[in-house]
């Protein structure tokens, strides 16, 4: 039903997203009650990112620091012609509050719904390519961005270590761009370059 919405232009971003995470919520606890979930697994990867970043706006150095919950879940399930493919794409959900240092002490929370395909290089290594999009908020002042609501548009790509069968560590690049879609004066956006280290857990 908010799908069918919001290609009509009646459900928003940030309803498709809630429903999403709601979906995967209780897909989880009917896993854990013993129950059976839609599909096979939807939450096939969970994990932690870390990061920190740095951009330009009018004050001087605008420097973010990522902290990232990490939903993932593999798409073969649902398109069974990837089953013989030997990367993975995945559908994730990542939540997250980001605190700023500079050029002042500020925040920025939001959600970020995206597409990250990894391939393997060997047995312990793979590399990955990702993109993603979701509503943020900001209290960032400055004369080229207006604070409050907006939009966060970010592609990465990174290398993964798997320590374990089931859980690997990973070293990421991620350039982001955020601004508000012409909602609200300026708009110029903000840029900004993060290295980001993660660890996620694979089920």
């Known amino acids: 039903m908010i ?3 919001y290609f009509r232009g009646q459900a928003t971003l ?3 997203i809630i429903t999403i995470i709601l979906l995967m919520l209780s897909t989880v606890y009917a896993d854990a009650a ?5 599909g096979n697994k939807l939450i096939t990867e969970t994990g932690v990112i870390v990061g920190y970043g740095t951009g330009s706006i009018a004050g001087g150095n605008y420097e973010p620091v990522l902290l990232i919950y990490h939903m993932g879940g593999d798409m073969k399930q649902f398109f069974p012609g990837l089953e013989d493919h030997a990367g993975s794409l995945s559908l994730f959900l990542e939540p997250q509050i980001n605190p700023a240092f500079r050029p002042e002490t500020d925040v920025e929370f939001g959600i970020s719904l995206g597409l990250k395909y990894q391939y393997p ?4 290594i793979a590399t990955y390519v990702l993109g993603a999009v979701g509503p943020h908020y900001i209290t960032v002042k400055t004369d080229e ?3 409050g609501f907006l939009f966060s548009d970010a592609v990465g790509i990174g290398l993964s270590y798997f320590v374990t069968d089931t859980s ?15 909602i609200r004066s300026p708009n110029g956006g903000i840029n900004t370059h993060f290295g980001a280290v993660g660890y996620s857990h694979f089920f």
């Open 34 to 38: 013993g129950g059976q979930s839609f």
């Open 168 to 182: 690997a560590l990973s070293l990421e690049y991620r350039f982001r761009h955020m601004s508000n879609a012409g």
């Open 121 to 124: 290089l060997s047995k312990k």
């Open 14 to 16: 940030t309803e498709i």
């Open 3 to 5: 799908l069918r919405q």
């Open 145 to 147: 961005q207006k604070n």
